[in-house]
């Protein structure tokens, strides 16, 4: 599976991104597509998840009412819709697969890494 991640930027407070990861040589019902993102100094924290067939998906606490996770099947991606943005959410967003019917939040699991894309949020 190879995972293609995009849409990141600077915002202000307040402000929304979505973000994209599109997915090529591997979607099926039970790829689950992750995200994740890390500061320096800091391990990589998951954000979201969500199954590629179905509807089942997951959020971190930090971000729930904030951010969705969703598909776009035209565009064979999982997106990262992110509203209400805050300075602590200030990082770097790695998109990541695995296959399985269970949506896992360590980052070890996950076997396909995107690059990276820089969200700065600034107050």
């Known amino acids: 599976v190879q995972l293609q991640a995009s849409g990141g930027g600077s915002v202000q407070a307040g402000g929304s991104l979505r973000l994209s990861c599109v997915a090529s040589?591997?979607?099926?019902?039970?790829?689950?597509v992750g995200w994740f993102r890390q500061v320096p100094g800091k391990a990589r924290e998951f954000v979201a998840a969500?199954?590629?067939?179905?509807?089942?998906?997951a959020h971190a606490d930090s971000v729930k009412g904030r951010f969705t996770i969703s598909k776009d099947s035209a565009k064979n991606s999982i997106d990262l819709q992110m509203n209400i943005l805050k300075p602590e959410d200030t990082a770097v967003y790695y998109c990541?697969?695995?296959?399985?019917?269970?949506?896992?939040?360590?980052?070890?699991?996950?076997?396909?890494w995107g690059q990276g894309t820089q969200v700065t949020v600034s107050s």
């Open positions: 990541a697969a695995r296959y399985g019917w269970v949506i896992v939040h360590q980052e070890r699991e996950y076997v396909y």
């Open positions: 040589g591997g979607s099926s019902a039970n790829l689950v």
């Open positions: 969500r199954r590629w067939g179905g509807e089942t998906r």
